[in-house]
Protein backbone atom coordinates (compact mmCIF):
# COMPACT_ATOMS: atom_id res chain seq x y z
CA UNK A 1 0.00 0.00 0.00
CA UNK A 2 0.91 3.53 -0.84
CA UNK A 3 0.66 6.21 2.04
CA UNK A 4 0.91 9.66 0.72
CA UNK A 5 0.53 12.96 2.99
CA UNK A 6 -0.17 15.92 2.06
CA UNK A 7 0.08 19.32 3.81
CA UNK A 8 -3.01 20.31 3.57
CA UNK A 9 -7.07 18.87 2.13
CA UNK A 10 -6.87 20.97 -0.63
CA UNK A 11 -3.43 19.43 -1.64
CA UNK A 12 -4.72 15.82 -0.73
CA UNK A 13 -7.86 16.34 -3.17
CA UNK A 14 -6.10 17.97 -5.96
CA UNK A 15 -3.56 14.92 -5.51
CA UNK A 16 -7.05 12.48 -6.15
CA UNK A 17 -8.34 14.35 -8.93
CA UNK A 18 -5.19 14.20 -10.47
CA UNK A 19 -5.11 10.80 -10.11
CA UNK A 20 -8.18 9.83 -11.86
CA UNK A 21 -7.57 12.14 -14.64
CA UNK A 22 -4.40 10.71 -15.32
CA UNK A 23 -5.51 7.50 -15.04
CA UNK A 24 -8.76 8.09 -17.90
CA UNK A 25 -6.09 9.98 -19.68
CA UNK A 26 -4.25 6.61 -20.05
CA UNK A 27 -7.66 4.54 -20.78
CA UNK A 28 -10.80 6.60 -21.89
CA UNK A 29 -12.83 3.65 -21.64
CA UNK A 30 -12.39 3.91 -18.09
CA UNK A 31 -14.81 2.18 -15.66
CA UNK A 32 -14.89 5.07 -12.34
CA UNK A 33 -16.10 3.50 -8.74
CA UNK A 34 -17.33 6.33 -6.97
CA UNK A 35 -17.69 7.06 -3.23
CA UNK A 36 -20.15 10.09 -2.14
CA UNK A 37 -20.08 12.32 1.18
CA UNK A 38 -18.65 15.42 2.17
CA UNK A 39 -15.01 14.63 1.35
CA UNK A 40 -15.46 13.74 -2.17
CA UNK A 41 -17.41 16.73 -2.89
CA UNK A 42 -14.05 18.87 -3.34
CA UNK A 43 -12.56 16.54 -5.59
CA UNK A 44 -15.65 16.20 -7.70
CA UNK A 45 -15.39 19.92 -7.53
CA UNK A 46 -11.68 19.81 -9.05
CA UNK A 47 -12.47 17.02 -11.84
CA UNK A 48 -15.53 19.21 -13.08
CA UNK A 49 -12.90 22.37 -13.71
CA UNK A 50 -10.36 19.77 -15.13
CA UNK A 51 -13.10 18.75 -17.49
CA UNK A 52 -13.95 22.68 -18.45
CA UNK A 53 -10.36 22.99 -18.83
CA UNK A 54 -10.19 20.26 -21.78
CA UNK A 55 -7.86 18.19 -19.55
CA UNK A 56 -9.11 15.30 -18.55
CA UNK A 57 -12.65 13.74 -20.99
CA UNK A 58 -15.70 11.85 -19.99
CA UNK A 59 -17.46 10.81 -22.73
CA UNK A 60 -16.23 7.15 -22.87
CA UNK A 61 -16.21 6.84 -18.86
CA UNK A 62 -18.69 4.52 -17.13
CA UNK A 63 -19.40 5.24 -13.54
CA UNK A 64 -20.36 2.73 -10.22
CA UNK A 65 -21.10 3.99 -6.96
CA UNK A 66 -20.60 2.42 -4.12
CA UNK A 67 -24.12 2.87 -2.37
CA UNK A 68 -27.39 4.10 -2.30
CA UNK A 69 -30.04 4.80 0.80
CA UNK A 70 -33.21 2.43 0.59
CA UNK A 71 -36.41 4.10 0.05
CA UNK A 72 -35.29 7.06 -1.47
CA UNK A 73 -36.12 7.85 -5.33
CA UNK A 74 -33.60 9.72 -7.17
CA UNK A 75 -35.05 13.15 -6.73
CA UNK A 76 -34.67 13.26 -2.91
CA UNK A 77 -32.04 15.58 -2.21
CA UNK A 78 -30.52 13.01 0.03
CA UNK A 79 -30.48 10.28 -2.46
CA UNK A 80 -26.92 9.48 -3.80
CA UNK A 81 -28.04 9.46 -7.28
CA UNK A 82 -29.25 13.48 -6.37
CA UNK A 83 -25.76 14.18 -4.74
CA UNK A 84 -23.56 12.84 -7.87
CA UNK A 85 -25.90 14.68 -10.45
CA UNK A 86 -25.05 17.86 -8.44
CA UNK A 87 -21.67 17.61 -7.91
CA UNK A 88 -20.59 15.86 -10.62
CA UNK A 89 -22.43 14.08 -13.35
CA UNK A 90 -23.76 17.77 -14.22
CA UNK A 91 -21.28 19.74 -15.17
CA UNK A 92 -19.13 17.31 -16.47
CA UNK A 93 -19.10 15.73 -20.21
CA UNK A 94 -20.24 12.00 -18.96
CA UNK A 95 -23.49 10.64 -20.84
CA UNK A 96 -25.89 10.01 -18.27
CA UNK A 97 -26.67 6.22 -19.62
CA UNK A 98 -23.09 5.30 -18.48
CA UNK A 99 -23.71 6.25 -14.95
CA UNK A 100 -24.55 3.57 -12.24
CA UNK A 101 -26.17 3.49 -8.73
CA UNK A 102 -28.00 0.67 -6.39
CA UNK A 103 -31.69 1.56 -7.02
CA UNK A 104 -32.46 2.35 -3.71
CA UNK A 105 -36.58 1.63 -4.82
CA UNK A 106 -35.93 -1.76 -6.49
CA UNK A 107 -38.47 -3.71 -4.54
CA UNK A 108 -36.58 -6.93 -4.91
CA UNK A 109 -32.86 -6.39 -2.41
CA UNK A 110 -31.80 -9.85 -3.14
CA UNK A 111 -32.34 -9.60 -6.86
CA UNK A 112 -30.82 -5.76 -6.86
CA UNK A 113 -27.53 -6.74 -5.39
CA UNK A 114 -27.15 -9.60 -8.31
CA UNK A 115 -28.04 -6.91 -10.90
CA UNK A 116 -25.10 -4.26 -9.28
CA UNK A 117 -22.92 -7.24 -9.41
CA UNK A 118 -23.58 -8.35 -13.14
CA UNK A 119 -23.91 -4.55 -14.07
CA UNK A 120 -20.19 -4.06 -12.82
CA UNK A 121 -19.16 -7.64 -14.37
CA UNK A 122 -20.70 -6.95 -17.60
CA UNK A 123 -18.55 -3.51 -18.26
CA UNK A 124 -15.34 -5.79 -17.65
CA UNK A 125 -15.18 -4.92 -13.74
CA UNK A 126 -14.42 -1.24 -12.14
CA UNK A 127 -10.48 -0.24 -13.40
CA UNK A 128 -9.92 2.90 -10.09
CA UNK A 129 -12.16 2.67 -6.74
CA UNK A 130 -12.58 5.96 -5.41
CA UNK A 131 -12.93 5.53 -1.21
CA UNK A 132 -13.79 7.73 1.67
CA UNK A 133 -13.91 6.07 5.13
CA UNK A 134 -16.77 6.80 7.70
CA UNK A 135 -15.81 7.63 11.47
CA UNK A 136 -16.38 3.27 12.36
CA UNK A 137 -14.21 2.59 9.38
CA UNK A 138 -17.03 1.52 7.17
CA UNK A 139 -16.23 1.55 3.24
CA UNK A 140 -19.00 2.16 1.10
CA UNK A 141 -21.83 1.54 3.84
CA UNK A 142 -19.78 -1.49 4.68
CA UNK A 143 -20.61 -1.59 8.61
CA UNK A 144 -18.30 -3.58 11.11
CA UNK A 145 -18.92 -7.32 11.11
CA UNK A 146 -19.41 -6.95 7.47
CA UNK A 147 -17.48 -9.75 6.01
CA UNK A 148 -14.47 -9.20 3.66
CA UNK A 149 -15.69 -11.28 1.33
CA UNK A 150 -19.11 -9.75 0.66
CA UNK A 151 -20.89 -8.17 -2.38
CA UNK A 152 -23.62 -5.96 -3.12
CA UNK A 153 -26.65 -6.53 -1.09
CA UNK A 154 -28.55 -4.30 1.69
CA UNK A 155 -27.36 -3.43 4.69
CA UNK A 156 -28.66 -2.07 7.90
CA UNK A 157 -26.65 1.32 9.04
CA UNK A 158 -24.91 1.61 12.43
CA UNK A 159 -26.04 4.13 15.00
CA UNK A 160 -22.38 5.57 14.26
CA UNK A 161 -22.84 6.35 10.56
CA UNK A 162 -26.53 7.09 11.20
CA UNK A 163 -25.08 10.34 13.66
CA UNK A 164 -22.59 10.79 11.05
CA UNK A 165 -25.44 11.35 8.61
CA UNK A 166 -28.94 11.97 9.90
CA UNK A 167 -27.23 15.69 10.37
CA UNK A 168 -27.94 16.21 6.31
CA UNK A 169 -31.71 14.91 6.59
CA UNK A 170 -34.81 17.19 7.78
CA UNK A 171 -35.47 15.76 10.37
CA UNK A 172 -32.82 13.56 11.08
CA UNK A 173 -34.85 10.94 11.67
CA UNK A 174 -36.13 11.00 8.33
CA UNK A 175 -32.55 9.13 7.66
CA UNK A 176 -32.80 5.90 6.32
CA UNK A 177 -31.84 2.87 8.12
CA UNK A 178 -30.86 0.52 5.63
CA UNK A 179 -28.89 0.92 1.90
CA UNK A 180 -27.34 -0.76 -0.94
CA UNK A 181 -23.68 -1.55 -1.03
CA UNK A 182 -21.53 -2.88 -2.35
CA UNK A 183 -19.64 -5.68 -0.87
CA UNK A 184 -15.73 -5.18 0.60
CA UNK A 185 -15.58 -8.42 -1.92
CA UNK A 186 -16.91 -6.05 -4.71
CA UNK A 187 -14.31 -3.34 -4.05
CA UNK A 188 -11.47 -5.56 -4.01
CA UNK A 189 -12.26 -6.71 -6.99
CA UNK A 190 -11.13 -3.51 -8.53
CA UNK A 191 -8.37 -2.92 -10.11
CA UNK A 192 -7.10 -0.02 -8.11
CA UNK A 193 -7.83 1.73 -5.13
CA UNK A 194 -7.59 5.47 -4.27
CA UNK A 195 -8.87 5.88 -0.55
CA UNK A 196 -8.89 9.77 0.54
CA UNK A 197 -8.97 10.88 4.52
CA UNK A 198 -8.96 14.21 5.04
CA UNK A 199 -9.41 16.18 8.61
CA UNK A 200 -8.34 15.70 12.19
CA UNK A 201 -11.75 13.57 12.93
CA UNK A 202 -10.30 10.91 10.73
CA UNK A 203 -7.05 10.45 12.21
CA UNK A 204 -7.94 7.65 14.70
CA UNK A 205 -10.07 5.29 11.93
CA UNK A 206 -7.19 6.08 9.15
CA UNK A 207 -4.46 4.69 11.39
CA UNK A 208 -6.99 1.42 12.34
CA UNK A 209 -7.72 1.46 8.59
CA UNK A 210 -3.66 1.76 7.55
CA UNK A 211 -1.67 0.12 10.40
CA UNK A 212 -4.05 -1.75 12.60
CA UNK A 213 -5.36 -5.54 11.90
CA UNK A 214 -7.37 -6.37 9.08
CA UNK A 215 -10.86 -6.93 10.35
CA UNK A 216 -14.38 -7.10 9.78
CA UNK A 217 -14.78 -4.44 12.65
CA UNK A 218 -12.95 -1.65 10.46
CA UNK A 219 -13.83 -2.80 6.83
CA UNK A 220 -11.79 0.07 5.75
CA UNK A 221 -8.66 -2.23 7.04
CA UNK A 222 -9.21 -4.61 4.28
CA UNK A 223 -7.63 -2.04 1.93
CA UNK A 224 -4.26 -3.59 3.44
CA UNK A 225 -5.11 -6.57 1.14
CA UNK A 226 -5.12 -5.35 -2.07
CA UNK A 227 -2.06 -5.18 -4.18
CA UNK A 228 -2.44 -1.45 -5.73
CA UNK A 229 -3.76 0.68 -3.20
CA UNK A 230 -3.04 4.03 -2.65
CA UNK A 231 -3.99 6.60 0.57
CA UNK A 232 -4.16 9.88 0.21
CA UNK A 233 -4.17 11.71 3.55
CA UNK A 234 -3.67 15.78 4.64
CA UNK A 235 -1.36 16.04 7.31
CA UNK A 236 -4.50 16.50 10.00
CA UNK A 237 -6.31 12.83 9.25
CA UNK A 238 -2.49 11.49 9.18
CA UNK A 239 -1.53 12.56 12.54
CA UNK A 240 -2.30 8.91 14.27
CA UNK A 241 -0.21 6.95 11.97
CA UNK A 242 2.94 5.84 13.59
C1 LIG B 1 -20.48 6.97 0.66
C2 LIG B 1 -19.39 6.17 1.17
C3 LIG B 1 -18.99 6.30 2.60
C4 LIG B 1 -18.23 7.61 2.84
C5 LIG B 1 -17.87 7.76 4.31
C6 LIG B 1 -17.17 9.07 4.60
O1 LIG B 1 -20.70 6.68 -0.71
O2 LIG B 1 -18.83 5.41 0.46
O3 LIG B 1 -18.19 5.21 2.95
O4 LIG B 1 -17.06 7.62 2.06
O5 LIG B 1 -19.02 7.66 5.10
O6 LIG B 1 -18.08 10.12 4.45
P1 LIG B 1 -17.64 11.64 4.64
O7 LIG B 1 -16.74 11.96 3.51
O8 LIG B 1 -18.94 12.39 4.59
O9 LIG B 1 -16.95 11.71 5.96
Do not use: C, W
Amino acid sequence: MEVIIRPTTEEAVRLTAELIADAIRQKPFFKLGLATGATMEAVYADLAEMNKAGRVDFSRVHTFNLDEYIGLPPEDPNSYRYYMNKHLFSKINIDMRNTNLPDGLAGDEIAEGLRYEEAIEDAGGIDLQLLGIGNDGHIGFNEPISSLGSRTRAKALTPATYAQNSVYFNPPESMPKRAFTMGVGTILDAERIVMLITGAKKAGIAAKAIEGPVTSMVTGSAIQLHPNTVVILDEAAAAELT
